[in-house]
């Protein structure tokens, strides 16, 4: 990984872009609509990618991946879908370049992921009240903010796990190169 | 990046305790205001309040068609009946009873929002003579 934009990891990009995609598409068929969750909460599964992919190509890669998934939403689920999409992912992806740089120092991906899931929430709140021009819609938030620790923790627990695992595997590629 | 084991460290508990902290307060929030007055209905349409529906009064139930959206007004609360967006978020998030609470169906830029009456009938919080 010396240079950035190497051959291998715009094939690594690319990969974890399709990856993004994916779990947009399977959370949406896994949450169908169970009555106790906010309407519009997502588990978020596809954030664990912008965060792996944060972590191992850096903070404009992220954003590539943000920007292809709210594209993916404008295309499959129409034009406020894919500006609630673009807004939070912009938040939470501000949020995560910065605290990536305090991960294994003070952070690790768990109080990364709550703080992203609550800003990806927070990004796409502001869209919605500013859509509709209602301020009283940020009384929602404390439901979105509630649901987003619980995700947050689901992702986070999962990068923790996957990440040492997976940096092992990149390296001994590396290695073999 | 360093890839360490370690699955929970300081920074995250700060994290974990200041958004529950705000978790909390927040929805500690509305028991703090008055419980009395009534229960007021606002129909929001592109961030205008296009009518309000005084929720206790003797017409309820009530059923509103704003742009697609059946919405359905009862002394219980407000739930939007049926709409003609795509995704349905504003039915499945069925009926709203307390005040600061609010469905929204973003396609339509519909919001119904409740809120307590204030002002307009009692001004004042006590007389003295």
Known sequence: MKTRFSARNLALLGILGALALLMSFLENLLLPDLPLLPPGAKLGLSNIITTLTGALLGGPAAFLITALKALFAFVTRGATAGLMSACGGVLSTLGLVLLLRQQGRTLTFLGISVLCAALHNLGQLFCAAALTGTVSMLNYGKYLLLFSLFTGTLTGVMLNVLMPRLMQVLLKGEERL | ?129
Do not use: H, W
């Not at chain 2, 920074?11 to 009534?38: E, H, R, T």
């Open chain 2, 1 to 129: 990046m360093k890839a360490d084991r370690r699955m929970f460290r300081f920074g995250d508990a700060i994290v974990y305790a200041v958004l529950c902290a705000l978790c909390v307060l927040l929805f500690l929030l509305p028991f703090l205001q008055k419980q009395n007055a009534p229960l007021l209905a606002e129909i929001i349409v592109d961030g205008e309040v296009s009518e309000t529906i005084d929720l206790s009064n003797d017409e309820m139930p009530v059923v509103r068609t704003v742009r697609g959206c059946e919405i359905s007004f009862s002394r219980e609360g407000v739930r939007v009946s049926a709409a003609d967006c795509p995704d349905q978020l504003c039915v499945k998030t069925g009926t709203i009873r307390f005040p600061g609470e609010s469905i929204a169906c973003v396609p339509n830029r519909v919001v119904v929002v409740l809120r307590r009456q204030t002002g307009t009938r009692d001004p004042y919080d006590m007389v003295a003579y």
